[in-house]
């Protein structure tokens, strides 16, 4: 009886032409020397024993135990067998750590997220928290608070997982996501000059953090953002338990069902303010910056990792009397993901790279300019070709894309969350706006353009000249708008993907 040979990984990091080509031109060679071995266990471990155990784990889900068996409300949450692995090794390899400790200066944030890049669709969404942990470390180091730096960053940066702490990013509530100045949550200062939160919040990643940085309203404040103030809170005590407040549920959702997501319900968390106490959406602007950066470094990932299983796929799947790999409409469709992925994957990285040298004040004016108007344009873009992508990657297995058994649904549907979470399309392509009004418009994006066009290859001209004509487009249509505020809104979307 024919049996159909299962797509196989080996080490990721050997397998990906694309990132090891990028590493050798944007790395210097020392450094590249020195990081790979590195790079190298990390893609063995992907490939090997972590794929293994999300397939073989595929069905747990994470499970909320909201009271003892003698009555105590304890709200645990016992996590998947992926989740226990990821979180040690996650340390090991200083995902977060690897940014802040900045070893190779303006690269290590290229460092760090090369290791993102080849731990993330091998560890169930685990990069969620390290995500906002990252996140938490850059908000608290911008905002000044020596108290709380001092306080956190060993814990968030730790490279020993017995004091390695993860932070969650409490922002949504009922009355928006998007919209976050509508929030309802209060802080309410005590006589003693605490303040306690008392709220509800709606959606909570990665609820056995151990701290969040948290929006709240203090007592008498305004509407809107400016009223919001940013807070500070550890979640739990020594025993564990809650600090005022209790997990309500679970999500039932599409998919990062190994992640905890949580309804929170805040009944006197003690809370600390970060910066002030007016402001809270600008506060928090870093680590949106640094999640978002995050999430398409996580799409241009989790392509790669469907486009190297149907491309293994390919080889070992017969029709019509020879592999599909054979098939030039397949591998014009396999040609076709390809490209998608080097796009999103040179996107991703591009931020990356001037995130590192704005972090460690290598960068110039334009490039600061640069890496505000590509962070949410990178976002919003890789998150749909996520989508789009592990769709055609799903139908280049056939029927079996579809079944669950072999691993590969799972793909698609947490592939879906990357364009709703930190910020919807829409919401980034108007970031965009309000990044352009932020550094006074496309300048910086052409002056940056005119430096890649001096070393241009002859093949690359036409398309040189095709993308000169977008940006003149673009400066047109921004002059054309500009009296037009609401044509500028309906038609942001349409813009920020071009
Ligand atoms: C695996 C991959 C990793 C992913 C991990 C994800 C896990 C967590 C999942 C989550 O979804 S967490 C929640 C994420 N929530 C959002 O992303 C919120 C989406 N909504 C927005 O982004 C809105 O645009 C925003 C809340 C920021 C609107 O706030 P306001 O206060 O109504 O608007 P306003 O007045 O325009 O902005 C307030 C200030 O922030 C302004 O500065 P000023 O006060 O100085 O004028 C803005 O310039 C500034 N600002 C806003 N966005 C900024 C920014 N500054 C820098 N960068 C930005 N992106
Ligand atoms: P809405 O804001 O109601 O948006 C609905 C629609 O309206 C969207 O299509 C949106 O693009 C559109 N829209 C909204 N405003 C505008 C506008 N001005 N112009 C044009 N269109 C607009 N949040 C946290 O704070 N912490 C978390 O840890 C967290 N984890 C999450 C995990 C998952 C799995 C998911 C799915 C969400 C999580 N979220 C979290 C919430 C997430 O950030 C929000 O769901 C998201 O920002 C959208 O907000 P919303 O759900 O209120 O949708």
Redesign the pocket.
């Known amino acids: 009886m024919f049996v159909q040979e299962p797509p196989r990984l080996d080490n990721t990091y050997e397998a990906d032409s694309l990132l090891r080509g990028y590493l050798a031109r944007a790395l210097p060679a020392e450094v590249l020397r020195e990081i790979e071995p590195e790079l190298q266990e990390l893609g063995t471990l992907a490939g090997g024993p972590l794929y293994h155990l999300q397939l073989e784990d595929r069905t747990s889900e994470p499970v909320h135990i909201p009271w003892s068996a003698w009555g105590e409300r304890i709200d645990e949450i016992r996590l998947t067998r992926v989740w226990q692995e990821a979180e040690p090794l996650a340390v090991r390899f200083g995902l977060v750590a690897t940014a802040y400790e900045q070893r190779y200066g303006a690269f290590s944030r290229i460092h760090q997220f090369a290791k993102v890049y080849l731990f993330a669709p091998s560890t169930d969404i685990y990069a ?1 928290p390290l995500a ?1 942990t990252d996140g938490a470390a850059r908000t608290l180091l911008d905002s000044g608070n020596r108290r709380l730096i001092e306080r956190a960053l060993p814990h968030l940066t730790s490279r020993n997982p017995a004091t390695f702490w993860t932070s ?13 100045g509508s929030s309802q949550t209060v802080a309410r200062p005590e006589p003693d000059g605490t303040w306690h939160l008392y709220g509800r ?7 056995t953090s151990q701290m969040a940085l948290i ?1 709240a309203r203090p007592e008498g404040n305004p509407p809107g953002g400016r009223g919001l103030a940013l807070f500070y809170a550890e979640l739990r005590d020594e025993r564990g338990r809650p600090r005022g407040f209790q997990i309500l549920r679970l ?1 039932d ?4 069902r190994k ?1 905890p ?1 949580a309804e929170v319900l805040l009944e006197g968390l003690p809370a600390e303010p970060v910066a002030g106490l007016t402001h809270g959406t600008r506060t928090i602007a870093p680590m949106l910056n640094v999640t978002r950066t995050w999430n398409a470094i996580t799409a241009a990932a989790l392509m790669r990792r469907g486009l190297l299983l149907a491309r293994d796929y390919a080889r070992r799947r017969v029709a019509f009397g020879r592999p599909l790999a054979e098939h030039p409409l397949h591998l014009d469709t396999l040609a076709g993901l390809q490209a998608e992925t080097a796009a999103a994957f040179h996107l991703a990285f591009c931020v990356a790279e001037l995130m590192g040298r704005v972090e460690t004040d290598e960068a110039s004016d334009d490039e600061r300019a640069l890496l505000r108007l590509l962070t949410p344009v990178a976002k919003l873009t890789t998150a749909r070709q996520a989508v789009a992508v592990l769709s055609e990657v799903l139908e280049a297995f056939g029927g079996a894309g579809y079944v669950e058994d072999t691993g590969l649904p799972v793909l698609l549907r947490d592939a879906q ?1 990357l364009p ?8 980034l ?2 970031d965009v706006l309000r990044a352009l009004e932020d550094i006074g418009g496309l300048q910086p994006l052409h002056k940056a353009f005119d430096v890649w066009l001096q070393d241009v290859p002859e093949s690359l001209v036409p398309l040189a000249r095709e993308a000169r004509a977008a940006l003149q487009a673009a400066d047109a249509w921004l002059t054309e708008t500009a009296a037009d505020p609401e044509r500028l ?1 309906a038609d ?2 349409r813009f920020a993907l071009t």
């Open positions: 969620c906002m969650g990013q409490w922002m949504t509530e009922l009355t928006g996501g998007s919209d976050v919040k709606w959606f909570v990643s990665a609820i929006l999500k959702k599409l998919g990062t992640l997501t969350v709703i979470w930190e910020g919807t399309t829409n919401v392509a108007l809104q942001a979307r």
